[in-house]
T-cell receptor
């Protein structure tokens, strides 16, 4: 089955700097790659997603890139703010909705003011 | 947008008792529900997949007789932890999808279960 590796496990950045989190997946049939932000005691919140027919997607300070050949995708957060501090999870699935997401182990991001 | 309401948000129960967790899709029909478990500082691990009107499919290592899943309607799925033990203490999260409209992976807010 699918296996998703995520790095780093922890990341500390100064406020205003950029943060990059990387994930690799094993199943070439996976075609949907969302990123979630999870705050303590809450469910995961979708922040951005990308499908395999797109190489890059951007939403304000957040961007995701996908390299299908290498089977890796990355989350980029620019101009980080203290409220960006949370745990971020990448995930992958073969189809959007009808097969379960497989999650990476998560990255704890700390933005230092 | 799509919303999944999950209740309760927190529950404490005694060992040996059962606890029911509900997930309701508020503005869409949940044809498929995924149930995840998350231990502290760990990732979300899939427990089971249920399709409306069908029996749930459990992941390897998840006891189907202990974690009872009911998905009898398109707007409600329940997870019942039977004969709970302290090792069942965890954060349980549901995720609903509607294959007919394209809504995918809407997560509930989670249930913190503590078994004492």
């Amino acid at each position: 089955g699918e296996n998703v590796e995520q790095h780093p496990s922890t990341l500390s950045v100064q406020e205003g700097d950029s943060a990059v989190i990387k994930c690799t997946y094993s199943d070439s049939a996976s075609n949907y790659f969302p990123w979630y932000k999870q705050e303590l005691g809450k469910g995961p919140q979708l922040i951005i997603d990308i499908r395999s027919n797109v190489g890059e997607k951007k939403d304000q300070r957040i961007a995701v890139t996908l390299n299908k050949t290498a089977k890796h995708f990355s989350l980029h957060i620019t101009e980080t703010q203290p409220e960006d501090s949370a745990v971020y999870f990448c995930a992958a699935s073969k189809n959007s909705g009808n097969t379960p997401l497989v999650f990476g182990k998560g990255t704890r991001l700390s933005v230092i003011a | 947008g799509a919303v999944v309401s999950q209740h309760p948000s927190r529950v404490i129960c005694k060992s040996g008792t059962s606890v029911k967790i509900e997930c309701r899709s508020l503005d869409f029909q949940a044809t498929t529900m995924f149930w995840y478990r998350q231990f502290p500082k760990q990732s979300l691990m899939l427990m089971a997949t249920s399709n409306e009107g069908s029996k749930a499919t459990y992941e390897q290592g998840v006891e189907k007789d202990k974690f009872l899943i009911n998905h009898a309607s398109l707007t409600l799925s329940t997870l019942t932890v039977t004969s709970a033990h302290p090792e069942d203490s965890s954060f349980y999260i549901c995720s609903a999808t509607d294959l007919r409209t394209g809504y995918g992976y809407t997560f509930g807010s989670g249930t913190r279960l503590t078994v004492v």
